[in-house]
Nanobody, 126 residues
Framework: QVQLVESGGGLVQPGGSLTLSCTAS????????IGWFRQAPAKEREFVAA????????LYADFVKGRFTISRDNAKNTVYLQMNSLKPVDTAVYYC???????????????????WGQGTQVTVSS
């Protein structure tokens, strides 16, 4: 059973930075994608970024390009989401998830992902 534990959320001022971590256990990753999603109050959960474990191929949602960076540490079985220039609209619960199989263009949909963490709250406010 795959378990995902997110950490690193918190309260930050607009323009600030946070780094989220997602540590996985219960599986040896290969072609899996590990992704980050977020869900703001009263909104649908949306794709943020994903990285393929072995190749390092990276996918980003258009709204985070240039501000967020996803990376992985294979030795620690951990994926990070570095978030810079945070805005109040980035306020949400951030979830990491694992997709066991993705089509060639990658995994962008919730339905592509098989396992989910419990989420970590990010609040951007002055």
């Amino acid at each position: 059973q795959v378990q995902l534990v997110e950490s690193g959320g918190g309260l930050v001022q607009p323009g600030g930075s946070l780094t989220l971590s997602c540590t996985a256990s219960g599986r040896t990753f290969s072609n899996d994608y590990i992704g980050w999603f977020r869900q703001a109050p009263a909104k649908e959960r949306e794709f943020v970024a994903a990285i393929q474990w072995t190749s390092g191929r990276i996918l980003y949602a258009d709204f985070v390009k240039g501000r967020f960076t996803i990376s992985r540490d294979n030795a620690k079985n951990t994926v990070y989401l570095q978030m810079n220039s945070l805005k109040p609209v980035d306020t949400a619960v951030y979830y990491c998830a694992v997709a066991l199989y993705c089509p060639q263009y990658g995994c962008y949909d919730l339905s592509d992902y098989n396992y989910w963490g419990q989420g970590t709250q990010v609040t951007v406010s002055s």
